[in-house]
């Protein structure tokens, strides 16, 4: 345990593996967000260190990529850990996205706080793969759908899922079959 040396003053377990200090969870989000953190601990036991992306493997230093942390403090690329998600089956649940190093979820519990979990929350809230979870499930804003497949203008499937293609990916939607069924959306946990 030490003393982050910030104006907050605050006793803290986290260590920075690159500027060999102790770093509140403020200093994390503003001052140290490309940095390797983790207890202090950890690092007396073993300071080697890799920074760099754990997915790309190129080092977090380019200027040009943005990177985010994880509430288990693993940082990775942006892009990256974006193209990990998406490549995943479009069924997967937004909790079946896990941090590639240590398995802990990506987007972040809802009684999470403190500023790396809401720096995470701000970043997440942009991409459309994390909008449907972090929305809470009341309070989802649910698109559109045709309440009703029209017998008489023949629909195949793919037309039917390019219709509705504006929807977000982890958000699975159950599909009418072409007979007079109404569609209704529900959103996967």
């Not at 377990?13 to 989000?29: A, I, K, Q």
């Not at 403190?114 to 989802?140: F, H, Q, Y």
């Not at 009418?176 to 959306?185: F, G, K, P, Q, T």
């Amino acid at each position: 345990m030490g003393l982050c040396k910030c104006e907050r003053r605050r006793v803290t377990t986290l260590f920075c593996f690159e500027h060999r200090v102790n770093v509140c969870e403020f200093c994390l989000v503003s001052s140290h967000e490309k940095c390797v953190v983790k207890s202090y601990l950890r690092w007396l036991k073993d300071s080697n260190f890799d920074p760099s992306c754990g997915i790309c493997h190129e080092r977090f230093d380019e200027p040009d990529k943005k990177c985010v942390r994880l509430v288990c403090l693993d940082v990775f690329h942006r892009d990256c850990l974006n193209q990990l998600v998406l490549s995943a089956p479009p069924t997967t649940a937004p909790a079946g996205y896990v941090c590639p190093s240590c398995g802990h979820p990506i987007i972040p519990y809802s009684n999470q706080g403190g500023p790396v979990a809401e720096a995470l929350r701000n970043m997440l809230s942009g991409i459309d793969w994390a909008k449907c979870e972090l929305t809470g499930p009341n309070s989802r804003s649910q698109p559109s759908l045709p309440n009703k497949l029209d017998a008489s203008s023949p629909l195949n499937t793919n037309e039917y899922i390019s219709s509705i293609g504006k929807l977000s990916k982890v958000c699975l939607y159950e599909l009418a079959s072409l007979s007079m069924v109404i569609v209704r959306v529900f959103c996967l946990y």
